[in-house]
């Protein structure tokens, strides 16, 4: 049992209004080459195919194409730290020189991480999945990283999800382009790039606190802003692509819109997507139709779940942490959990080792 009061993640408690959120801004980003290096550029940013082209009617995508069944294909390979957040710190010490010293927080940030965190945060009211979350705070911020749990390590994909989730990824890469010499480019029947991501770094603002994240992004509708760094990226033109099951029956409209809509919406909502490009995919994984929904739609549309109480949720967390880690350290670790048999806790790591690296702060004193 936690010794400290935490927040309520009951629906019933946080079924008030919305709170005041500031649309998401993009000010800078990265991206990871095809070994998974950090660059600080726009190489990585994908362009979206026109629309007239991807929505065509009678357009048909095989999502099968490149994928080998004997093969394990390590999509997107998450490590037992948040390995994102080591992307953020990264990015962090390469815009160093707009810090202002007169601050005490980095950026003017109350709280800094990776939208996901945020997102699994936020789906807590309504999720069945546990999460880890590591905690410090340095300079008067809060870095906020994620951790994987046991049940992650355990997580051996079948086959089936494999597929799945090379489907998701294939589908991708079938939409979109990149401006630059890139794996993302590779003819289409070859396997997807694995590596390889552009990741947008946002500002905001949740009731009171100023919020900082990277996010992994998709698809952009300007492709000039691949090829000129000066443009200024805007978080409306970019688009979500997921694939998803073609509904044959009540059941899978009522999953779609209780747990798909829920999850598109949260990570969309946060980095001020508008659109979701989702591709309707038969038993053989061949996409056979194509639609665009916006994401106001998937909240309008949503079955057992309401956008008020997750945000509402997220700053109660934003609200809690602030008010109970008063003390910057580069050693100290809180670790937030979420088990849903038994809710949050909150303890203090003991003899771990602190995310926030001695080479990140040492080169941020410089």
């Given at each position: 049992?936690?010794?400290?009061?935490?927040?309520?993640?009951?629906?019933?408690d946080?079924?008030?209004?919305?709170?005041?959120?500031?649309?998401?801004?993009?000010?800078?980003?990265?991206?990871?080459?095809?070994?998974?290096?950090?660059?600080?550029?726009?190489?990585?940013?994908?362009?979206?195919?026109?629309?007239?082209?991807?929505?065509?009617?009678?357009?048909?995508?095989?999502?099968?194409?490149?994928?080998d069944?004997?093969?394990?294909?390590?999509?997107?390979?998450?490590?037992?730290?948040?390995?994102?957040?080591?992307?953020?710190?990264?990015?962090?010490?390469?815009?160093?020189?707009?810090?202002?010293?007169?601050?005490?927080?980095?950026?003017?940030?109350?709280?800094?991480?990776?939208?996901?965190?945020?997102?699994?945060?936020?789906?807590?009211?309504?999720?069945?999945?546990?999460?880890?979350?590591?905690?410090?705070?340095?300079?008067?911020?809060?870095?906020i990283?994620?951790?994987?749990?046991?049940?992650?390590?355990?997580?051996?994909?079948?086959e089936?999800?494999?597929?799945?989730?090379?489907?998701?990824?294939?589908?991708?890469?079938?939409?979109?382009?990149?401006?630059?010499?890139?794996?993302?480019?590779?003819?289409?029947?070859?396997?997807?790039?694995?590596?390889?991501?552009?990741?947008?770094?946002?500002?905001?603002?949740?009731?009171?606190?100023?919020?900082?994240?990277?996010?992994?992004?998709?698809?952009?509708?300007?492709?000039?802003?691949?090829?000129?760094?000066?443009?200024?990226?805007?978080?409306?033109?970019?688009?979500?692509?997921?694939?998803?099951?073609?509904?044959?029956?009540?059941?899978?409209?009522?999953?779609?819109?209780?747990?798909?809509?829920?999850?598109?919406?949260?990570?969309?909502?946060?980095?001020?997507t508008?659109?979701?490009?989702?591709?309707?995919?038969?038993?053989?994984?061949?996409?056979?139709?194509?639609?665009?929904?916006?994401?106001?739609?998937?909240?309008?549309?949503?079955?057992?779940?309401?956008?008020?109480?997750?945000?509402?949720?997220?700053?109660?967390v934003?609200t809690?942490?602030k008010?109970?880690?008063?003390?910057?350290?580069?050693?100290?670790?809180?670790?937030l959990s979420?088990?849903?048999?038994?809710?949050?806790?909150?303890?203090?790591?003991?003899?771990?080792?602190?995310?926030?690296?001695?080479?990140?702060?040492?080169?941020?004193?410089?």
């Open positions: 049992m936690s010794s400290y009061d935490l927040p309520s993640y009951d629906p019933r946080l079924d008030r209004d919305f709170p005041y959120f500031v649309y998401p801004k993009i000010v800078g980003g990265l991206s990871l080459d095809q070994n998974k290096e950090f660059v600080h550029d726009r190489s990585q940013l994908m362009i979206l195919k026109p629309e007239n082209e991807i929505l065509a009617k009678g357009k048909s995508f095989d999502l099968n194409i490149g994928y069944e004997n093969k394990t294909h390590r999509i997107r390979k998450v490590y037992e730290q948040d390995e994102y957040m080591n992307y953020v710190l990264r990015w962090i010490l390469a815009n160093r020189h707009r810090y202002d010293e007169s601050k005490s927080q980095i950026f003017g940030a109350d709280f800094l991480t990776f939208r996901g965190n945020f997102r699994n945060i936020m789906l807590t009211p309504y999720e069945k999945e546990g999460w880890v979350l590591r905690i410090q705070k340095w300079k008067d911020t809060i870095f990283a994620k951790k994987k749990t046991p049940e992650n390590f355990n997580d051996v994909k079948s089936e999800r494999n597929r799945s989730s090379y489907y998701g990824y294939k589908f991708e890469t079938l939409l979109t382009t990149t401006a630059n010499n890139s794996c993302q480019n590779a003819p289409e029947d070859e396997p997807v790039c694995e590596k390889s991501a552009f990741i947008g770094m946002f500002v905001s603002q949740i009731g009171n606190f100023r919020v900082q994240y990277g996010a992994e992004l998709d698809g952009y509708m300007d492709p000039n802003a691949a090829k000129d760094n000066t443009i200024p990226l805007q978080a409306d033109k970019f688009v979500k692509i997921h694939t998803s099951n073609a509904i044959r029956h009540p059941g899978q409209e009522r999953f779609l819109r209780k747990v798909k809509f829920l999850h598109w919406w949260a990570n969309c909502f946060l980095v001020g508008q659109d979701v490009i989702v591709g309707w995919k038969d038993t053989d994984g061949v996409v056979r139709h194509v639609q665009k929904i916006p994401v106001q739609e998937c909240a309008r549309s949503a079955l057992g779940w309401k956008d008020n109480v997750c945000f509402n949720f997220l700053l109660d934003l809690f942490l008010e109970t880690i008063v003390e910057n350290s580069v050693t100290k670790v809180y670790r979420w088990v849903p048999d038994s809710g949050l806790n909150m303890e203090i790591e003991a003899g771990t080792e602190p995310f926030l690296h001695e080479w990140f702060h040492s080169q941020f004193k410089q």
